[in-house]
Structures are given as C-alpha cells and as structure tokens.
C-alpha cells in the first residue's frame, strides 16, 4: 500500500479535478503490475496495472489507495475490470467519499465472492486529496493560505516593496504549489498592486508524474473584486487559462467590458458590498474545485481566516528583519485579549533554501479559544 500511495503521488499535477489513485496487482508476493491515474477521462489506476498485469491479476490481490469505482462515468466501472481480470482480494486504503461510490464498490466486490479490505495507511491515503474529500463530504473546496514574511512577520515594507521578500528555492516551491491547485485565489488590491499573473511556470521537468512535453494545466485564476475595478489590459487576462472575476455590485457594462478581455465573470454580492466568501466557495465546488490556493495580502487572508474558510496556512519566512512599520501577515480586527487569538497547529517545519517553510492549520481544541 505504501507503494500505491506513492504511485497516486505521480497524479499530484495531472488528475484534477479526479482524486488521485494508486494500484498494485501482487500474486504469490511478487508485483505483476501498477498503475496511477493520470488525467480525467483516461483509464482508472486499476485498469493501468491490470493492463501490466495480464492474466497474472486472476487470484492476485489488488492494493488500491481509493475504493474502486462503480459508476460510468468518463471510464467504465473499476470493479467490473476487477471481477473480469478474476482477482481474489481487493485491499483498499480509504472508502470513496463520493456519493455515488461510498461502499457501494466494496459492496459489488464482496457479493462477487472477492475478499475485501479497507484501512491500510488510510491516513496517507487521505493526505493524497484533502480537497477532493472535503468537496464530497462538505460540499467544500480545501483552502490553503499562502503567505512569504520575513522573520519579524512583515509582507512588505511599509513603502509596499515587497519583491523579493523569500529565496529563488521558495518561489519555484510555491510554484509546485500553484501546478497541485485547482484554482488561485487572490484579491484585488493585490492585482492593483502587483500585476501579477498567478500562474505555473514550470517545466514537466520539474513535475514528477509529467510526460515530456505535456501541456501543463493552469489553474482556475479567481480575482476577488467587488466593484469590477480589474483593468480590462490585467496581465491574467493574457495569458493562457481561465480568469474568473467575482464582484459584489451589479455593473452591467463592467462586466461586459471584462468578459470582452475575456474573463469569466460572477455576481457574488454579500454584506456591505462585499463578496459572499461561502457562497463562492459553493460556486468553485459547482465547478469541480478541490483545492484552492489563496495568494493575497492580509484583508483577504484575514477575512477568509475569520469566516473558517482556511484549512491550512503555509508560513514561508525568509531570514531577515523588515522593521515594526511593514505590512503584516492578517488583518484580524478584534483580537484585543489572549482568550481571543485563533489558536493553530504546526503541521510540518522544514527548510525550503535558506527560509523555512511552517505548515500550520486552525486548530479548535487550541487552548488560545479556552477561558
């Protein structure tokens, strides 16, 4: 299983918005064959490694990270391909949370006389697709906030100089980030600001599981912009890939001037003017969104942070001091006492070049929201 787990890896660029799926086919402990999921509408990873596997699958046991689907959908049904390859034993890491599946594969297996087994490394199999889980279960997309400071918490000076605040290492790590996303989140003081053109700019070289030459896929680019003001010669509206721009007040001709540049546009109006962050998580889920990538500045960060949309914040901090008067990390009005600071856990710390890189996630139980 470990070793599936692994090859699911090799999807981590490709399979959106499908979950990504590792398979072995072991007989009499020898592996006879593997396979990953690729891309959507391409064969399944069982149907990968029963191709290698050949007659060798019937009475093998097969070790899949995700239960086998048994549904048509872009591909025929994975346990049809199981039960007509013959095999014995079917050994799965996780049940799909999809409603569609959600037992009803282990089931098919099981009445077809295959012995049947789940929970192997389920917590790695979950950490493969956090997004896809949260979307069948919640009916949300994951969100992870990224954020470059220096040691002392600053994002910029207080000039807003902030290229290049971490190392080479960091951005081109970030931007592994932005190819495993579904969709780049960001605001529009940002885009005002910096112009920038949240996309990946990588090589499948750099991209374990990329064929050489292989289109790379560019995430949905979403601008949050209440009153339409992103300037229809917007760098993101150049470049290839779909922008979607979301506002808050109804402005026929604005709207129209931006979908001539040629970005999609959302009405989302929420509170005082401002965008309905639920509702527009609802609407990236409508669209297949698993994860999302929130690349803005504090406002926004801690708007999405105060309303628990934020699943996890990854902190890359560059060795150096940028002085009291820089610009902070979060805007969290009314954290004034102890008891109201929003407690998190550290996930991971490791060196990315010469910064570190923190991963941390809201944590309930932290006793920062105790009395």
Same mark, same amino acid.
């Given at each position: 299983?470990?070793?599936?787990?692994?090859?699911?890896?090799?999807?981590?660029?490709?399979?959106?918005?499908?979950?990504?799926?590792?398979?072995?086919?072991?007989?009499?402990?020898?592996?006879?064959?593997?396979?990953?999921?690729?891309?959507?509408?391409?064969?399944?990873?069982?149907?990968?490694?029963?191709?290698?596997?050949?007659?060798?699958?019937?009475?093998?046991?097969?070790y899949v990270t995700l239960e !086998?689907?048994?549904h048509q959908g872009r591909t025929? !049904?994975?346990?049809?391909?199981?039960?007509?390859?013959?095999?014995?034993?079917?050994?799965?890491?996780?049940?799909?949370?999809?409603?569609?599946v959600a037992g009803r594969g282990?089931?098919?297996?099981?009445?077809?006389?295959? &012995?049947?087994?789940?929970?192997?490394?389920?917590?790695?199999?979950?950490?493969?697709?956090?997004?896809?889980?949260?979307?069948?279960?919640?009916?949300?997309?994951?969100?992870?906030?990224?954020?470059?400071? *220096?040691?002392?918490?600053?994002?910029?000076?207080? *000039?807003?100089?902030?290229?290049?605040?971490?190392?080479?290492?960091?951005?081109?790590?970030?931007?592994?980030?932005?190819?495993?996303?579904?969709?780049?989140?960001?605001?529009?003081?940002?885009?005002?600001?910096?112009?920038?053109?949240?996309?990946?700019?990588?090589?499948?070289?750099?991209?374990?599981?990329?064929?050489?030459?292989?289109?790379?896929? &560019?995430?949905?680019?979403?601008?949050?912009?209440?009153?339409?003001?992103?300037? !229809?010669?917007?760098?993101?509206?150049?470049? !290839?890939?779909?922008?979607?721009?979301?506002?808050?007040?109804?402005?026929?001709?604005?709207?129209?001037?931006?979908?001539?540049?040629?970005?999609?546009?959302?009405?989302?109006?929420?509170?005082?003017?401002?965008?309905?962050?639920?509702?527009?998580?609802?609407?990236?889920?409508?669209?297949?969104?698993?994860?999302?990538?929130?690349?803005?500045?504090?406002?926004?960060?801690?708007?999405?942070?105060?309303?628990?949309?934020?699943?996890?914040?990854?902190?890359?901090?560059?060795?150096?001091?940028?002085?009291?008067?820089?610009?902070?990390?979060?805007?969290?009005?009314?954290?004034?006492?102890?008891?109201?600071?929003?407690?998190?856990?550290?996930?991971?710390?490791?060196?990315?070049?010469?910064?570190?890189?923190?991963?941390?996630?809201?944590?309930?139980?932290?006793?920062?929201?105790?009395?």
């Open positions: 299983m470990a070793r599936a787990v692994q090859l699911a890896e090799l999807g981590r660029f490709t399979t959106d918005p499908n979950p990504r799926v590792g398979c072995l086919i072991v007989r009499d402990g020898v592996v006879v064959g593997e396979g990953w999921h690729r891309r959507a509408g391409e064969p399944h990873a069982e149907r990968h490694a029963l191709i290698e596997a050949g007659e060798r699958a019937r009475g093998a046991t097969a !086998p689907c048994c025929p !049904p994975c346990t049809d391909g199981l039960l007509e390859a013959g095999v014995a034993r079917v050994v799965c890491a996780m049940v799909d949370p999809n409603p569609l282990l089931r098919i297996l099981s009445e077809a006389g295959v &012995q049947v087994e789940t929970g192997l490394l389920e917590s790695d199999a979950r950490a493969l697709n956090p997004g896809f889980i949260k979307r069948m279960e919640q009916g949300r997309p994951f969100v992870r906030c990224k954020l470059a400071a *220096s040691l002392d918490g600053r994002t910029a000076m207080a *000039s807003g100089e902030s290229h290049w605040i971490t190392s080479e290492a960091a951005r081109r790590d970030v931007q592994r980030l932005r190819a495993g996303s579904s969709a780049i989140l960001t605001g529009i003081g940002t885009l005002l600001a910096d112009d920038p053109s949240l996309n990946v700019r990588l090589g499948t070289d750099d991209l374990p599981g990329m064929r050489p030459g292989e289109a790379i896929r &560019q995430p949905l680019r979403v601008v949050l912009d209440s009153r339409w003001r992103t300037p !229809p010669t917007a760098r993101i509206l150049t470049l !290839p890939g779909t922008t979607l721009i979301v506002g808050a007040v109804d402005d026929p001709a604005r709207m129209a001037d931006l979908k001539g540049a040629g970005a999609e546009v959302f009405l989302c109006p929420g509170a005082s003017a401002q965008v309905d962050l639920g509702a527009l998580m609802s609407e990236l889920t409508r669209r297949e969104i698993n994860e999302v990538l929130l690349e803005t500045g504090p406002t926004l960060a801690g708007a999405a942070v105060s309303e628990g949309l934020v699943d996890e914040i990854l902190f890359y901090l560059a060795p150096h001091l940028m002085g009291d008067a820089g610009r902070g990390l979060f805007r969290l009005p009314g954290l004034d006492r102890m008891r109201d600071r929003i407690p998190l856990a550290i996930a991971d710390v490791r060196a990315v070049g010469r910064d570190l890189r923190i991963t941390a996630r809201p944590d309930p139980t932290g006793s920062a929201r105790r009395s």
